[in-house]
C-alpha cells in the first residue's frame, strides 16, 4: 500500500484593496439575495460527513499503536495489515500482529472505536522468511473456481470468528487482466458469507485497476488507493498530487455506496548516484532535514516537502514528505471532486498536525 512547485508573490496595496473590496461585495450580494417577492434568501448548507480510516502495519506496529491512541476517537475503522500467504497458499498470520492485538483492543475499547479489520495482502512468505510480493499468480490460484474460492472463503470466515473482528479487507493487487471476473466473484461469494455472520467487507483497489469495467456488487466498502504517483518505481517526486488525487476521485463514481480515497503519510528518500528509493516515515524524514543545508520547501501542485542532504558518505539525497498540511490539501482536493471518505495509510510516526487531520469528523459546505 503507496511536481512541486512552490511560488511566492507580491501585489500592489491597491490592487489588495481592490480585491477586498470586490470579495465583500460579492460575499454581500450572494448572502442577501432575494426572492421573486423580495424576500432575502439565505444560502443553502449541504452537510458531508467525512469519515475517517487508517491502517497499522504489523512491523511498524509499536509506532501505530502510539499514534492510534491520539486519533481512534475520531476512526471511523482500523484495519490492522497483518495477513499473508504461506507457499501452500494458506493465510499466515504474523507473530507481530498477535503481540499488537491486545493493546489495539484496549485502545478500541476504551476510545469507542468499533470497527477493526483485519487486512490481508497477496504476498507469499517463505520459511527463509523472503517474500514474494503483491503475487499475482497467488490470486489466479485463489480466485480459480468455486472451489478454490470456497476454501479461501471458509478460512478467512474462519479467522475473523476465531480473532472476533468487525470484518476483513482484501488488498490483492496486481490482479492479472483474466482473473478480474473471478476476482469479483469472489467479492460476491464472500460479502454472501460474512453478511450470515455479521460482519463487513472491504476491498482495496490499486490506481491500475480497471473499476470502470468491473461489475462490482453493493453491500463491501471499497477503497481507491490514490498515492504512488512517485516512489520505488520513479525518481523524486510526491506520493501524490491534487491533479492525481482528483483523476481518481473522479473515476469512484463507479464505486458502489461510499467508498474511501486512501491518502499515504510518509515519502520516500532517494539516493540520487543509485537512484534506489526508500520508505521513510515523516518523524524520519524529520530528522534527515536537520542534515539539509537549508528548509524544506513546499510544493504548491501537490503541497508535500522537499529537501536535499548529504549522507555520511557524502552521497546525495532527495526526500519528499507529507506533513500536516499536505494531509489538508489532499484531503481538500479529493472533497473538491466529492468524495468525503478518507483511508489514511499509515499510522506510522505521524506529527501532531497530522494526526489532527485524522481526527475531523464532519464538515460543511455552502452549495
Not at 472451489?147 to 490482479?175: A, F
Not at 476491498?203 to 504517483?229: C, H, Q, S, W
Not at 542534515?291 to 546525495?316: T, V
Request: net charge negative; charged share 25%; proline share 4%.
Amino acid at each position: 500500500m503507496n511536481g512541486l512547485k512552490a511560488y511566492n508573490g507580491r501585489k500592489r496595496l491597491f490592487g489588495l484593496a481592490a480585491a477586498g473590496a470586490i470579495a465583500v461585495a460579492a460575499t454581500t450580494l450572494y448572502l442577501c439575495r432575494q426572492d421573486v417577492f423580495g424576500a432575502a434568501v439565505k444560502p443553502q448548507i449541504t452537510e458531508h460527513k467525512t469519515e475517517r480510516s487508517a491502517w497499522i502495519a504489523d512491523w511498524r506496529w509499536e509506532a501505530g499503536v502510539a499514534d492510534l491512541e491520539a486519533v481512534a476517537g475520531g476512526l471511523t475503522s482500523l484495519q490492522m495489515f497483518a495477513a499473508y500467504f504461506d507457499p501452500s497458499d494458506r493465510l499466515l498470520i504474523t507473530e507481530d500482529f498477535r503481540d499488537a492485538l491486545p493493546q489495539i483492543r484496549e485502545i478500541a475499547v476504551r476510545k469507542e472505536l468499533k470497527e477493526l479489520y483485519l487486512t490481508l495482502v497477496n504476498d507469499i512468505v517463505f520459511p527463509d522468511e523472503t517474500a514474494s510480493q503483491k503475487d499475482p499468480g497467488l490470486v489466479s490460484r485463489l480466485v480459480a473456481d468455486w472451489s478454490s474460492r470456497k476454501r479461501h472463503i471458509d478460512e478467512i470466515v474462519d479467522i475473523v470468528d476465531t480473532i472476533g473482528l468487525s470484518g476483513v479487507e482484501l488488498d490483492y493487487e496486481r490482479v492479472a487482466e483474466n482473473d478480474w471476473p473471478h476476482f469479483v466473484q469472489l467479492i460476491r461469494e464472500l460479502q454472501a458469507r460474512l453478511n450470515t455472520k455479521g460482519k463487513s467487507l472491504r476491498v482495496v483497489f490499486e490506481p491500475r485497476a480497471p473499476i470502470e469495467k468491473l461489475d462490482l456488487p453493493e453491500g463491501p466498502t471499497y477503497v481507491m488507493m490514490a498515492y504512488n504517483l512517485y516512489g520505488g518505481h520513479s525518481g523524486p517526486g510526491p506520493k501524490a498530487d491534487d491533479a492525481f488525487i482528483a483523476k481518481h476521485a473522479a473515476r469512484m463514481k463507479k464505486l458502489p455506496g461510499s467508498p474511501y480515497i486512501a491518502l499515504a503519510t510518509g515519502g520516500f528518500d532517494w539516493q540520487l548516484e543509485t537512484g534506489k528509493a526508500v520508505g521513510i516515515t515523516e518523524g524520519q524524514a524529520a530528522k534527515l532535514a536537520e542534515r539539509s543545508s537549508s528548509a524544506p520547501l513546499r510544493d504548491g501542485s501537490s503541497g508535500g516537502l522537499r529537501f536535499d542532504y548529504k549522507d555520511s558518505n557524502q552521497a546525495k539525497h532527495t526526500v519528499w514528505y507529507a506533513d500536516g498540511t499536505t494531509l489538508a490539501q489532499w484531503i481538500n482536493a479529493a472533497k473538491n471532486a466529492g468524495i468525503y471518505n478518507i483511508a489514511i495509510w499509515k499510522l506510522d510516526e505521524l506529527s501532531p498536525e497530522s494526526l489532527n487531520q485524522l481526527r475531523s469528523s464532519s464538515s460543511h459546505y455552502v452549495e
